[in-house]
């Protein structure tokens, strides 16, 4: 199946740093990526739909400016946490949809583990 | 009400059980349905596709009941390996919108 990687794994941080989380589609162009943000025992949160060469489109409530998303290419979006704060500790897993027989399947990355200090 | 709404469990039922869970949704235009499942400090993976006839997998079956907007999963002969939290999925009417739901939390004991 369709492979999506991210990278780190997990990051630890001191408050006010800038971190940046990369998603990549490994074995197929993905049109569409996600970002989503999962707090402790809660659901996914969609944050934002980024297509390749365009902006993103943020959900209610993020804050574009915070969660800066870079889609440069069918194969990589990337998140950035700018001065980030010990409430944007969380799960931030990416996902990606592809084209022709893809587009209906989202593919996860493994997810990025961020905590800040 | 949410989009899309599961109960939370959690179930906890004995191995070699047999487990169903519902989900709801309130578009009446969702056009695709899917169960996922996920591991804790896990990202989600697909578990299976729902479509409108029904569709097994081994030991899963899926439901779709469009009239009463509602997705189901059963799980049959359960295995300790099956505890994980299931998530329906719902792509809506717009091109792009994919729903999650807060998760069903499954634990099966020995």
């Known amino acids: 199946g369709a492979v999506v990687s991210q990278h780190p794994s997990r990051v630890i941080c001191k408050s006010g740093t800038s971190v940046k989380i990369e998603c990549r589609s490994l074995d197929f162009q993905a049109t569409t990526m996600f970002w989503y943000r999962q707090f402790p025992k809660q659901s996914l949160m969609l944050m934002a739909t980024s297509n390749e060469g365009s902006k993103a489109t943020y959900e209610q409530g993020v804050e574009k400016d915070k969660f800066l998303i870079n889609h440069a290419s069918l194969t990589l979006s990337t998140l950035t946490v700018t001065s980030a704060h010990p409430e944007d500790s969380s799960f931030y897993i990416c996902?990606?949809?592809?084209?022709?027989?893809?587009?209906?399947?989202?593919?996860f990355g493994p997810g990025t583990r961020l905590t800040v200090l | 009400r949410k989009e899309v709404e599961q109960d939370p469990g959690p179930f906890n039922v004995p191995e070699g059980a047999t487990v169903a869970f519902n989900c709801t949704y309130s578009?009446?235009?969702?056009?695709?349905f899917f169960w996922y499942r996920q591991d804790c400090r896990k990202e989600p993976k697909l578990l299976m596709s729902?479509?409108?006839s029904g569709n097994e997998d081994g030991r899963f079956t899926a439901q779709l009941n469009r009239a009463s907007q509602y997705i189901s999963l059963l799980i049959r002969d359960s295995k300790l390996s099956d505890s994980a939290t299931y998530l329906c999925v719902v792509k809506g009417g717009s091109a792009s919108k994919i729903i999650f739901g807060s998760g069903t939390r499954l634990s099966i004991r020995p």
């Open positions: 996902s990606a949809r592809g084209a022709g027989g893809l587009t209906d399947t989202q593919y």
């Open positions: 578009n009446s235009a969702s056009q695709s």
């Open positions: 729902v479509y409108s």
